[in-house]
């Protein structure tokens, strides 16, 4: 398997931007290729806002900015997609989307790329399934803002290779980035154990056990957490989390996985986090 020199990154949206940061800054050149010039244009913006405040504070030196940025291009033309040696699909969620991606990678990509896909929630089995060579093809399940986080979950499909694990794990920790890999399954090992963590957290407040306050300040105070489960809820959007817990509810066939009453009742109402101002909290 040849080395990972040159990366396409595919979406240059919250995630595809992060992405491309990241392999940037650790010395890698990188493609970014979006549908129009207009979201091209503002990846790339928000890759040197973010670099620019990572020297401010001192993270990075100038000349280091500098040629992170250097490394970057962005281009509409899949044809760019051409030399790289490692293509990272982060699009937009949606499965027909990404399966039509994947063809025009397979037509694109050098015949010997590894293929990786950043998705949330689709099965990399299933993705596996359409690419043109199964055995290069992974979940790479990076956590936003990318560039912050040091977690990389690597999805092995049915399909993958242990040498595509092997390349793509040692490709993460020259990021910088700590992998753990996972066996692919809804939700991968992170979001598996978080959503429902949030959607126990919301049923307790249903029953009234404790305040959402009281609930938060135990799991920020209790296990130190960081941010305690409802104020998470309203950050990542409580309609996000009402659809995760509906496909593993479905997925998994298992009532141990039912979206709280209270979840549903809230995004029937259109409370649905910090995006609307209302969700757990007021803002
Ligand atoms: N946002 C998160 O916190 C997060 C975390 C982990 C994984 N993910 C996953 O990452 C992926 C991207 O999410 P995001 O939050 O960056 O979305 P986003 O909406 O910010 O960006 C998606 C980008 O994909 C582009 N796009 C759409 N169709 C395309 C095509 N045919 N070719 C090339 N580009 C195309 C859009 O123009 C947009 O710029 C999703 O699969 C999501 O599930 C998101």
Known sequence: MQAIERVGVIGAGTMGNGIAQACATAGVDVVMVDV???????GVAAIGASLERLQKKDKITADARDAALARVTASTDYA????????????????????????????????DAIVASNTSSISITALAAVVRN?????????????????????????????????????????????????RNSPGFVVNRILCPMINEAIFALQEGLASAEDIDNGMRLGCNHPIGPLALADMIGLDVMLAVMNVFYSDFNDPKYRPAPLLKEMVAAGYLGRKTKRGFYHY
């Open 134 to 182: 199964p055995a290069q093809f992974l979940g790479m399940h990076f956590f936003n803002p990318v560039p912050m986080m040091a977690l990389v979950e690597l999805i092995r499909g049915l399909q993958t290779s242990d040498a595509t694990i092997d390349a793509v794990r040692a490709f993460a920790q020259r990021l910088g980035k700590t992998p753990i890999v996972v």
């Open 36 to 42: 129009a010039q207009p979201a091209l244009d503002r």
């Open 80 to 111: 760019t997609l051409s030399r790289a040696n490692l293509v990272i699909e982060a699009a937009t969620e949606n499965l027909e989307l990404k399966l039509m991606i994947l063809k025009d990678v397979a037509a694109r990509a050098m015949p």
